[in-house]
T-cell receptor, first 112, second 112 residues
Framework: DSGVTQTPKHLITATGQRVTLRCSPRSGDLSVYWYQQSLDQGLQFLIQYYNGEERAKGNILERFSAQQFPDLHSELNLSSLELGDSALYFCASSAAQGYGYTFGSGTRLTVV | DQQVKQNSPSLSVQEGRISILNCDYTNSMFDYFLWYKKYPAEGPTFLIS?????DKNEDGRFTVFLNKSAKHLSLHIVPSQPGDSAVYFCAASARNDYKLSFGAGTTVTVRA
């Protein structure tokens, strides 16, 4: 157990739907990062939050949004889902804005 | 645009021999490099890193070499063990930019 908790582990949904992925960071970590891993691809950075504020944005689609709540957990919202959104979504956390990422085990999203 | 490339999707090596994983990058602003290891159904876990001020970093059986002029780094695992069978991701970051750019990964299989 890495200390970063992601729920759900698996999600199957239909095109056009909306889903919410949840991440609880490791205790004490203020930074949360979201990454997407599509088939045979590396992890693509989506967005970073630090202590409730958005700090960096990657190639995140407009249909996707995220937030970090006062208790530091984060949610990634994916809407108007398309088949191509099927991927593994990883959350990672770190104590500060540092390189010591700890990853969760991911949420596998399948859009049918 | 893939700024970090791992051109070998897979590597098979006999137990006890050396595993050499390669990684190339294109962004000259990258100054910190990491290797992550990933088992199925788990998130990536940090393995070893190297700063651009060094050309070698060693941790037990794992050594990372950095060739800045060639924009190339490699991970050596000596000796390879069955538990090393996993997917290895190369990642890089630029100064003061804590998001990581990942390669597509290399699947290592250690044969008994």
């Amino acid at each position: 157990d890495s200390g970063v908790t992601q729920t759900p582990k698996h999600l199957i949904t239909a095109t056009g739907q909306r889903v919410t992925l949840r991440c609880s960071p490791r205790s004490g970590d203020l930074s949360v990062y979201w990454y997407q891993q599509s088939l045979d691809q590396g992890l693509q950075f989506l967005i970073q939050y630090y202590n409730g504020e958005e700090r960096a944005k990657g190639n995140i689609l407009e249909r996707f949004s995220a937030q970090q709540f006062p208790d530091l957990h984060s949610e990634l919202n994916l809407s108007s889902l398309e088949l191509g959104d099927s991927a593994l979504y990883f959350c990672a956390s770190s104590a500060a804005q540092g390189y010591g990422y700890t990853f969760g085990s991911g949420t596998r999203l399948t859009v049918v | 645009d893939q700024q970090v490339k791992q051109n070998s999707p897979s590597l098979s090596v006999q137990e006890g021999r050396i595993s050499i994983l390669n990684c190339d990058y294109t962004n000259s602003m990258f100054d910190y490099f990491l290797w992550y290891k990933k088992y199925p159904a788990e998130g990536p876990t940090f393995l070893i890193s190297i700063s651009s001020i060094k050309d070698k970093n060693e941790d037990g059986r794992f050594t990372v070499f950095l060739n800045k002029s060639a924009k190339h780094l490699s991970l050596h695992i000596v000796p390879s063990q069955p538990g090393d069978s996993a997917v290895y991701f190369c990642a890089a970051s630029a100064r003061n930019d804590y998001k990581l750019s990942f390669g597509a990964g290399t699947t290592v299989t250690v044969r008994a």
